[in-house]
């Protein structure tokens, strides 16, 4: 501020301007006496070019305007800046025929389908290099092989004993003992591995102990010789 007071003291008696004039705004002061106006003007637009018989040149407008027979509009009120808002319209001539489609429907309609198909695509997508794959530790015979370890080991017994009191509870679904647990379970539901025929089965049962098995833990997985 000090600078600029004195900037205007210099700068007065070069106008010719009393040094006990009035003072001046900044806004209304011009930019040799540290000031501008609110507003600058912007330059004026080319002239208008012509063709060569004489025509007005057009422009092509690179955005293109699509004729598919959608009419819809969407208005909504966007921030500008802090204290302001624009009023931004979408109209379904800017869009490609799929996307003046699919905008034609309510968020709340469209979004779940999206996000149900971007999951799937993304589940697809990321296994389709296993398709087909028989990892030796996903067949029968080696699934039946870790139940024994694990009857061995007394593997989570808390657990499976927390199970068994919910379901005495009532008809309680437990997911872990009816879903899938590798990617490969499509096309491995009859792979088996000659290599361990003591743990043959005929296909595949629970890949872990279930909480019903604390029934037999005397008894081995193993088939007799």
Not at 28 to 48: I, K
Not at 59 to 85: M, S
Not at 108 to 132: D, E, K, R, T
Request: hydrophobic fraction near 35%.
């Amino acid at each position: 501020m000090a600078l600029l007071l004195r900037a205007v003291a210099r700068a007065r008696p070069r106008c010719g301007a009393p040094v006990a004039a009035a003072q001046r705004g900044v806004a209304t002061s011009v930019v040799r006496l540290g000031g501008s106006p609110p507003a600058l003007h912007m330059p004026p637009p080319p002239p208008p070019e012509f063709e060569p018989d004489g025509t007005p040149k057009k422009y092509p407008l690179h955005q293109p305007v699509w004729d598919h027979g959608y009419e819809w509009e969407h208005w909504t009120l966007l921030p500008a800046g802090i204290f302001h808002t624009v009023y931004y319209g979408d109209f379904a001539q800017d869009y490609p025929p799929y996307w003046a489609w699919l905008q034609s429907y309510p968020v709340w309609v469209v979004s779940p389908i999206m996000i149900m198909l971007a999951l799937i695509g993304m589940v697809i997508f990321q296994n389709a290099g296993s398709i087909g794959i028989r990892p030796k530790r996903y067949t029968i015979e080696w699934m039946q092989a870790n139940r024994e370890r694990e009857r061995q080991e007394n593997t989570n017994p808390v657990t499976r004993y927390l199970d068994r009191r919910r379901t005495e509870r009532g008809g309680t679904w437990i997911a872990q003992y009816s879903l899938p647990w590798h990617p490969y379970w499509v096309w491995m539901h009859d792979t088996h591995d000659p290599d361990y025929p003591e743990f043959y089965l005929p296909k595949p049962e629970s890949a872990h102990l279930h909480y019903e098995d604390y029934k037999r833990m005397d008894k081995p997985f193993k088939l007799e010789e």
